[in-house]
């Protein structure tokens, strides 16, 4: 019949041109997105000067190291080395750009007990 050839199954263009269009600047607001931080996990190995050195003290001393930016992990491991001496395993979260990992390895080596520290891993987030 005649009625069913009225019928737009694809939508009417007539219809869609009576409705109100959103304005441009709303919808930029709607897709606009908080800027991502950019994050670096960096995982170190601090060395101590010797056996007799005490890896919690060294452990506080560097949780006392507070820097905006800054996210310590929340435990810090100790595994061996050789010959009784011990390493102590630290996790770190660091926003790229407000701290450098130069800075804080120089920070880390100047403190009592350590002898070394190297970068174990290190993973962009």
Do not use: Y
């Not at 607001?29 to 005490?54: I, N």
């Not at 009784?84 to 403190?111: N, P, R, S, T």
Request: contains cysteine.
């Amino acid at each position: 019949s005649d009625d069913d050839s009225d019928d737009d199954l694809f939508g009417d263009d007539e219809a869609s041109a009576k409705k109100p269009k959103k304005k441009p600047v709303v919808q930029a607001k709607a897709k606009a997105k908080p800027a991502r931080v950019a994050k670096t996990q960096v995982l170190f190995d601090v060395k101590p000067e010797g056996e007799e050195t005490d890896l919690k003290k060294v452990e506080a001393d560097i949780r006392a190291m507070v820097i905006d930016g800054l996210t310590w992990g929340e435990e810090f491991g100790i595994a061996d080395v050789a010959f009784g001496i011990q390493k102590l395993v630290v996790q770190c979260v660091l926003e790229d750009e407000k701290v450098f990992i130069d800075d804080l390895e120089d920070k880390i080596h100047a403190l009592d007990g350590v002898q070394s520290m190297d970068i174990a891993a290190m993973n962009k987030m």
